[in-house]
């Protein structure tokens, strides 16, 4: 279904003015008629009282980045798009199946019928609008509960602006185009995400060029939700949607494994701190008996050194403050 616009149809203000006159002077022309006795004039002028409001229908108002899609008896005849007033023939009918479904912005998407407003004593019908929206809009899922290529549950959440460019593709090629964006978005968010371990793992490839490499939904979250705009886009572009930018809201390992991940971090975050700390102390143990023998200061011999060595890497290893020992004897 390609896309037809209906670009020489803004002559709406001249059709309405000559409505208008016609109405006048049907009215004039029933009054004369009855004063003159004239029945052709009479039945004429009555029967267009009767019908005279009926092209008024054809009349059309849109605002900036707003489009309707018009059918006749069924078929597609064209879309009105950009801001005016138009005249179109009074039988077509706008067309939009997603008119009562909202995206919220902060869930998933929702369907809603007739709406009933009471304002004080007066109840009012509120009928959605058949205008499609060419504004860029926002779809904010809910979060989503998806196993990383290691198999941890993790929590995550994407935001997709999108925007319609082809009406008749969005209105005739899937059912509910707002409702069909949110399942791609979900099927796509999980297609990607089953591809990235949570943190860097070791030999796991995340490109699928065959070799390992660093990738993660934590470390490379940018590249991620590149990949899931990419995804998205393909699936959506039958419904003639298309998709500005996809951004990660939302990431964290999924409650039930939470805690355990964290005592994880913490232990991995303990070693690389506890192997940098020794490698510091022995660092220093080094250059103090290299000063030591350069300087002459004290002849130690190996079991000597192997005391002073014991000595400095428990107190520069340690978690407290060392407790010194005045040693006024000899160790043999």
């Given at each position: 279904?390609?896309e037809?616009?209906?670009?020489?149809k803004?002559?709406g203000?001249m059709m309405l003015?000559l409505?208008?006159?016609?109405?006048l002077l049907?009215?004039v022309?029933?009054i004369m008629?009855?004063s003159?006795g004239?029945?052709p004039?009479?039945?004429i002028s009555?029967i267009?009282?009767?019908?005279?409001?009926f092209?008024?229908?054809?009349?059309?108002?849109?605002?900036?980045?707003?489009?309707?899609v018009?059918t006749?008896?069924g078929?597609y005849?064209?879309?009105?798009?950009?801001?005016?007033f138009?005249?179109?023939n009074?039988?077509?009918?706008?067309?939009?199946?997603a008119?009562?479904?909202?995206?919220?912005?902060s869930?998933?998407?929702k369907s809603?019928g007739?709406?009933?407003l009471?304002t004080?004593?007066?109840?009012e019908?509120?009928v959605p609008s058949?205008?499609?929206?060419?504004?860029?809009?926002t779809?904010?899922?809910?979060r989503?509960?998806?196993?990383?290529?290691?198999?941890?549950?993790?929590?995550?959440?994407?935001a997709?602006?999108?925007?319609?460019?082809?009406?008749?593709?969005?209105?005739?090629n899937?059912?509910?185009?707002?409702?069909?964006?949110?399942l791609?978005?979900?099927?796509?968010?999980?297609?990607?995400?089953r591809?990235y371990p949570?943190?860097?793992a070791?030999?796991?490839?995340t490109?699928g060029?065959?070799?390992?490499?660093?990738?993660s939904?934590?470390g490379?979250?940018?590249?991620?939700?590149d990949?899931?705009?990419?995804e998205?886009q393909?699936?959506?572009?039958?419904?003639?949607?298309e998709?500005i930018e996809a951004?990660?809201?939302y990431l964290a390992?999924a409650?039930?494994?939470?805690a355990?991940m964290?005592?994880?971090q913490q232990?991995?975050?303990?070693i690389?701190?506890?192997?940098m700390?020794?490698?510091?102390a022995v660092?220093?143990?080094e250059?103090?008996?290299d000063?030591?023998?350069?300087n002459?200061?004290?002849?130690?011999d190996?079991?000597?050194?192997?005391?002073?060595v014991?000595?400095?890497?428990?107190?520069l290893c340690g978690?407290?403050d060392?407790?010194?020992?005045?040693?006024?004897g000899?160790?043999?």
């Amino acid at each position: 279904m390609n896309e037809v616009i209906l670009n020489k149809k803004s002559n709406g203000m001249m059709m309405l003015i000559l409505f208008v006159i016609l109405y006048l002077l049907a009215v004039v022309l029933f009054i004369m008629s009855i004063s003159s006795g004239t029945i052709p004039t009479l039945i004429i002028s009555l029967i267009w009282m009767c019908i005279g409001w009926f092209p008024f229908l054809g009349l059309k108002i849109l605002k900036p980045q707003e489009a309707l899609v018009l059918t006749l008896f069924g078929k597609y005849i064209g879309s009105l798009k950009g801001e005016g007033f138009y005249f179109v023939n009074p039988f077509v009918q706008a067309v939009n199946p997603a008119a009562s479904t909202k995206l919220s912005q902060s869930g998933d998407v929702k369907s809603e019928g007739l709406q009933l407003l009471r304002t004080g004593q007066s109840t009012e019908i509120s009928v959605p609008s058949k205008k499609i929206s060419l504004k860029v809009m926002t779809l904010n899922n809910a979060r989503q509960k998806i196993n990383d290529v290691l198999g941890n549950p993790v929590e995550i959440g994407i935001a997709v602006t999108w925007r319609v460019t082809d009406t008749a593709k969005a209105v005739f090629n899937v059912d509910n185009y707002k409702e069909y964006l949110s399942l791609m978005c979900d099927t796509a968010l999980r297609d990607i995400v089953r591809l990235y371990p949570y943190d860097v793992a070791p030999n796991i490839d995340t490109t699928g060029d065959g070799n390992p490499d660093d990738g993660s939904l934590r470390g490379s979250s940018t590249v991620v939700a590149d990949r899931i705009k990419e995804e998205i886009q393909k699936r959506v572009d039958n419904a003639g949607i298309e998709i500005i930018e996809a951004r990660i809201t939302y990431l964290a390992y999924a409650p039930e494994i939470a805690a355990v991940m964290l005592q994880r971090q913490q232990a991995s975050a303990i070693i690389d701190a506890r192997k940098m700390i020794v490698d510091g102390a022995v660092g220093m143990v080094e250059m103090a008996l290299d000063r030591l023998q350069e300087n002459k200061t004290v002849d130690l011999d190996d079991e000597r050194k192997a005391a002073m060595v014991s000595n400095l890497l428990v107190v520069l290893c340690g978690n407290h403050d060392a407790q010194p020992v005045v040693n006024s004897g000899s160790l043999y």
